[in-house]
């Protein structure tokens, strides 16, 4: 199995999955049969550009989404080393950007004082969920459980929220804004629910 095959095979199997689609479903609306979806799910088919451009439109989303590495790494940005972009009248910093669709959630959130120090992880959220993080004031340590970064007033991380995470308030109480994107269901097929992450008292 090539790396690219491989790296198709696994954004095909994920994002059908997410759809709650069988196999047989999604080659029947892309248009393939059964048993050549079956073999690039696999990493042994050898797909065409027009079968992957069904394949996409199929589900929903950008060609690039299938053949490009799922970011799962962690991205840090400083406060003290980014350069503002000027412009007539106004500066602007980029943070970072979202692909595809889906529902996209953005939050003000008070962390309070972690008073024992454990930072209890929080439950992940649906597949393919990614959280990006701004602080506003404070010191924090945030991110997947097992690799949390530590943060200051002006730093921004993204990071995967489909695996356990935590938000921990170094100095008092710490200001952050955070932007879910949780990747789109197709309605009536029975994938992962969109609900809001943040806003039922989870976090």
Avoid at 60 to 67: A, D, F, K, N
């Amino acid at each position: 199995m090539s790396s690219g095959n491989a790296v198709v095979a696994r954004n095909v199997r994920l994002l059908r999955e997410q759809r709650g689609l069988s196999l047989a479903r999604l080659a029947r609306e892309a248009g393939l049969a059964k048993q050549t979806l079956s073999k690039l799910e696999q990493g042994t088919g050898n797909p065409t550009v027009d079968t992957l451009f069904s394949i996409a439109t199929a589900l929903g989303v950008p060609v690039t989404r299938l053949v490009a590495e799922r970011e799962q790494v962690m991205t840090v940005q400083r406060g003290a080393d980014v350069v503002w972009k000027a412009h007539e009248g106004f500066e602007t910093r980029a943070l970072d950007h979202v692909y595809g669709s889906g529902v996209i959630e953005n939050y003000l959130v008070r962390v309070g004082p972690d008073r024992d120090g454990t930072g209890k992880p929080t439950e992940p959220h649906p597949v393919g969920t990614l959280e990006h993080l701004y602080v506003i004031s404070g010191r924090v340590r945030v991110g997947p459980a097992d690799s949390p970064v530590e943060l200051a007033t002006g730093d921004f991380v993204r990071y995967p929220g489909d695996r356990p995470h935590v938000y921990q308030s170094l100095e008092g109480e710490s200001l952050v804004h955070i932007v879910v994107s949780v990747p789109r269901v197709q309605p009536g097929t029975g994938g992962t629910n969109t609900a809001r992450t943040h806003g039922d008292g989870a976090h």
